[in-house]
Nanobody, 122 residues
């Protein structure tokens, strides 16, 4: 079992930045891939970015390429999502997810965090 705890959400103005963190514990290993997803009201859950501990990726959704950066700290078992040039359409609850094996952009991740709210004001 992998446990995930996100932090770092909040309220920011258009053009601002936030950094989300996701700390993994439990059965972590070099074959673990980590992803970020987001869910906005009235919309389906959307893939944002993913990275693996074995240097595969990163992979980004087209909507965030060039603005968001996913990275990891192998010692802390933590994955980060640096979000720059934020737009109102980035407003959503952001979830961290984990799976063993290769990166996928679908929701096929068995472990999920509790989510953290990101709100971008116009």
């Amino acid at each position: 079992q992998v446990q995930l705890v996100e932090s770092g959400g909040g309220l920011v103005q258009t053009g601002g930045s936030l950094r989300l963190s996701c700390a993994a514990s439990g059965r972590t290993s070099s074959s673990l891939s980590m992803g970020w997803f987001r869910h906005a009201p009235g919309k389906e859950r959307e893939f944002v970015a993913a990275i693996s501990w074995s240097f595969e990726g990163p992979v980004y959704a087209d909507s965030v390429k060039g603005r968001f950066t996913i990275s990891r700290d192998d010692i802390k078992n933590t994955v980060y999502l640096q979000m720059d040039s934020l737009k109102p359409e980035d407003t959503a609850v952001y979830y961290c997810a984990a799976r063993f094996g290769r990166i996928v952009t679908s929701s096929n991740y068995p472990a999920w965090g509790q989510g953290t709210q990101v709100t971008v004001s116009s």
